[in-house]
């Protein structure tokens, strides 16, 4: 990263009018919070991916609830980095009229832990403004349940620690030795409306991301798309990129290692987002 390049790629934000920014589990990992990927990307004994899908919970709904579980309560204690901060700054007309003074912002996140929301909230409790720039939970929110039933239309925030009482503990009594503790159909969290099951309102592989066409409206606006954290290669997110490069956009990528589309971006900065983006950024 050379001075040089900081000063191109100030120039070109100052200049941007639809900036589009896309979060992935990098912007979080500062935070404390686990990627679930790559070397080490195991909860017990499973492939925790394997578990984020509409089959795993056909096969057994107490062993995707026990992994929720355990990853509501990974996150509870988390709090965001500087690198949320940064990026939510950038949602306020007046914290980002220095940088990019003429821009519309617009945050889309892969995570599901909540961070990129609350940071926005926090800067505006701090400043006494609000933002006209959003965040945009693409995967959902791990503390959001939602009904299995078709013909039911709940869908809430749950902030429960445990969401259940069958939930609690249950990691120690792996701990403890006990492979595959039972929780019962009956005990897990069920909807206060019709009774029927609740899943964790986040989404599986395979399904459908949240206001995908809105998404994919934002992304052929865009002038600008600033990756934080991700490597991109999972569909739709991928396709993001390549649609701002289309349209004649700029791509500027903040991660700690080039990603598989390094010869697409036109900047990198390579390092700890809660380091780099304050600095870069220039807010």
């Not at 995570?111 to 926090?122: A, E, V």
């Not at 239309?153 to 701990?175: H, R």
């Not at 403890?176 to 503790?181: F, N």
Request: with cysteine.
């Amino acid at each position: 990263m050379s001075a040089a390049d900081v000063a191109v790629f100030r120039k070109v934000l100052n200049e941007s009018r639809n900036i589009l920014l896309v979060s992935g589990a990098g912007l979080s990992a500062p935070s404390g919070i686990a990627t679930f990927r790559g070397v080490g990307g195991r909860w017990r004994k499973y492939d925790s991916a394997s578990l984020a899908t509409l089959s795993a919970w056909q096969e057994n709904q107490s062993r995707v609830w026990q992994f929720f579980h355990y990853r509501r309560e990974e996150v509870r204690p988390a709090r965001p980095n500087e690198g949320h901060y940064a990026l939510a700054r950038l949602c306020f007309p007046t914290l980002r009229n220095s940088v990019a003074p003429n821009a519309h912002v617009v945050h889309i996140t892969q995570n599901i832990d909540g961070l990129c929301q609350t940071s926005l909230n926090h800067v505006a409790s701090q400043t006494n403004q609000s933002p006209d720039g959003y965040v945009i939970e693409m995967h959902g929110n791990l503390f959001d349940v939602v009904c299995t039933a078709h013909d039911c239309m709940y869908q809430a925030t749950n902030l429960d620690a445990p969401i259940c009482p069958a939930l609690g503990g249950t990691e120690m009594k792996v701990a403890a030795g006990d492979v595959e503790p039972v929780v019962k159909r009956k005990d897990l969290p069920h909807c206060p409306e019709c009774h029927q099951l609740l899943r964790p309102d986040v989404v599986w592989f395979g399904e459908r991301p949240k206001r995908i066409q809105e998404i994919l409206q934002l992304a052929n606006n865009a002038d600008l798309c600033i990756m934080v954290g991700t490597s991109a290669v999972v569909q739709p997110a991928s396709k993001l990129y390549s649609i701002v490069k289309e349209n004649g956009g700029k791509l500027a990528i903040f991660n700690l290692e080039p990603p598989n589309h390094s010869e697409d971006a036109d900047f990198i900065f390579l390092g700890s987002s809660e380091v780099i983006l304050k600095d870069i950024l220039g807010i």
